[in-house]
């Protein structure tokens, strides 16, 4: 039997608790997880890290789980599945924005490839707050992230900021 690849596509600008329970909690329904960091090169968007940087950082954060990969990817969400034969895409939901953001993006990328499902998983009630935004927003300006990131990407973080975490 083919091997079953799932997506798990963001930004990770940084990874953050919330995503590592998505990513593990994925490994339930395929037999592979991809990360993938999706970019273009034509981002205004300038984030903390790079997109080599958050690629490292994922690799760090689940290093010895031989069946999650990180990866980037530019273009296509459907492109870069049908290049890694995935079959499902999948993404937590957090709050009634995001399932709108998200929703549209599903029916989107099924319109483009109709073989290809999302699946949104409900997320870690304590981490359903958290977002990589408001992340890099409260280390930014000297707040403690580290309820919210694991210890590889605050030490990260400490380096970009200067010291704050
Ligand atoms: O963490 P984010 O910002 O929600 O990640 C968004 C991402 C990278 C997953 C999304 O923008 C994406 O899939 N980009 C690839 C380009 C694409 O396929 N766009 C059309 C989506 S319908």
């Given at each position: 039997?083919?091997?079953?690849?799932?997506?798990?596509?963001?930004?990770?600008?940084?990874?953050?608790?919330?995503?590592q329970?998505?990513?593990?909690?994925?490994?339930?329904?395929?037999?592979?997880?991809?990360?993938?960091?999706?970019?273009?090169?034509?981002?205004?968007?300038?984030?903390?890290?790079?997109?080599?940087?958050?690629?490292?950082?994922?690799?760090?954060?689940?290093?010895?789980?031989?069946?999650?990969?990180?990866?980037a990817f530019?273009?296509l969400?459907?492109?870069?599945?049908?290049?890694?034969?995935?079959?499902?895409?999948?993404?937590?939901?957090?709050?009634?924005?995001?399932?709108?953001?998200e929703?549209?993006?599903?029916?989107?990328?099924?319109?483009?490839?109709?073989?290809?499902?999302?699946?949104f998983?409900?997320?870690?009630?304590?981490?359903?707050?958290?977002?990589a935004?408001l992340?890099?927003?409260?280390a930014?300006l000297g707040?403690?992230?580290?309820p919210?990131?694991?210890?590889?990407?605050?030490?990260?973080?400490?380096?970009?900021?200067?010291?704050?975490?």
């Amino acid at each position: 039997m083919s091997e079953r690849i799932a997506l798990c596509p963001g930004s990770f600008d940084p990874i953050t608790l919330g995503h590592q329970d998505i990513v593990r909690r994925t490994l339930a329904f395929a037999d592979r997880v991809v990360v993938a960091v999706g970019h273009s090169p034509q981002q205004s968007k300038q984030g903390m890290f790079t997109v080599a940087e958050r690629v490292a950082l994922i690799r760090e954060v689940f290093a010895g789980e031989s069946r999650i990969e990180a990866d980037a990817f530019q273009g296509l969400l459907v492109d870069y599945a049908r290049l890694r034969g995935a079959g499902l895409v999948v993404k937590g939901l957090r709050t009634v924005a995001d399932f709108e953001y998200e929703m549209q993006m599903a029916l989107m990328n099924r319109a483009q490839h109709p073989e290809l499902d999302t699946l949104f998983l409900a997320p870690d009630p304590a981490q359903s707050f958290v977002s990589a935004t408001l992340v890099r927003q409260i280390a930014t300006l000297g707040g403690d992230v580290s309820p919210f990131v694991s210890p590889v990407v605050l030490a990260a973080i400490g380096e970009k900021v200067g010291g704050a975490s």
